[in-house]
């Protein structure tokens, strides 16, 4: 065991601090409930997802030692796992919020949880979402130029999902954020409208269709990687998405594409996520995580543009040479 697993062990997500700090989120009356029998499939599917986030942030914070907490989150089925490690990102940024010199998410994500990056990136932004931390600075302290910008797409899904009248219905923009920031927080948004929505395409299109132009890319980019991630769809009506989208069809592309990245990396890739790769661009998972792969070799970090702006773009370009 490192030196910093040891601290970890030692100061990170142990009780009595992880059962108040539960009990102070429970509180918050945002608590999903798991599926139940009167749901349809799609919505079942999406409320299982964010039923596990919340189950393993739980777990997270009642987790005696480092040790036992990487035991709990490789427990989860292959399927859930990048879930389950989306919750420990919930409540390990919580743990590092209150104590600024810790870097519980950070260790995680580039050690034990390197294959789960996406999952737990997006999980320590959904917390910074509900207790009000400025994600910028929190993304900054990760110190990784490309992934961390996933901390701010994490923020603006709690803010889009839980958030979902003054930030979807009323369109509200974050004031703590600038620049290409906005520009992630929409992504997430774009997510937490799938989920709302729960994969219903048509419903999905016609509140993007209601944002300002100038943000509809990047929804549209968020919806991919939700339904592609997440799943929730039938796929005869995802095979509508495409057109539903209509100019910004490459932009909902990326997103799915990404989803395959993370699903490939995560070693877990899934039959909904072969079927939105599919429906959504003719490619296979694996053939669209590659494109993502490949288009992170050599990725500049000194050009005046976030590395992770980049990387997109060039995903983008080669989707749209594609065609």
């Not at 929190?138 to 999902?161: E, S, V």
């Not at 079927?275 to 992170?296: D, L, N, P």
Request: hydrophobic letters at 40%; a neutral charge; one cysteine or more.
């Amino acid at each position: 065991m490192t030196s910093m697993t040891a601290k970890i062990s030692d100061s990170g997500p142990v009780a009595p601090l992880g059962k108040v700090m539960w009990k102070a989120f429970a509180a918050a009356g945002e608590m999903p409930a798991p599926p139940t029998v009167v749901d349809d499939a799609s919505r079942a599917r999406l409320k299982d997802v964010v039923y596990t986030v919340t189950e393993a942030s739980r777990q997270t914070l009642l987790a005696p030692s480092y040790t036992d907490l990487v035991a709990t989150l490789d427990s989860y089925p292959d399927e859930k796992q990048g879930f389950a490690y989306e919750g420990a990102g919930v409540a390990l940024a919580a743990l590092d919020s209150i104590n600024p010199r810790q870097h519980r998410v950070r260790h995680l994500a580039t050690n034990h949880g390197s294959r789960h990056t996406f999952g737990i990136y997006l999980g320590a932004g959904m917390c910074l979402g509900r207790i009000r931390r400025n994600p910028e600075a929190f993304r900054k302290r990760l110190d990784d130029p490309l992934m961390g910008w996933l901390i701010l797409d994490g923020y603006g899904f709690y803010k889009g999902f839980f958030g979902y009248q003054r930030h979807v219905s009323n369109q509200r923009i974050s004031l703590r954020v600038h620049g290409y920031g906005l520009r992630v927080i929409d992504q997430g948004i774009g997510r937490a409208i799938w989920f709302a929505s729960a994969g219903d395409v048509d419903r999905v299109a016609a509140i993007i269709a209601g944002f300002g132009e100038h943000r509809r890319a990047d929804l549209w980019s968020g919806a991919g990687f939700a339904c592609g991630y997440s799943g929730g769809f039938d796929v005869t009506e995802l095979e509508r998405l495409p057109d539903l989208a209509g100019p910004l069809r490459h932009h909902l592309e990326v997103g799915t594409a990404m989803s395959a990245r993370a699903r490939h990396l995560g070693n877990n890739p899934t039959e909904h996520n072969e079927r939105a790769c599919k429906a959504i661009f003719g490619s296979t998972s694996f053939e669209a995580s590659t494109i993502v792969e490949e288009a992170e070799a050599g990725l500049p970090d000194d050009v005046g543009a976030p590395t992770y702006a980049l990387w997109r773009d060039r995903v983008l370009r080669t989707l749209q040479s594609s065609c």
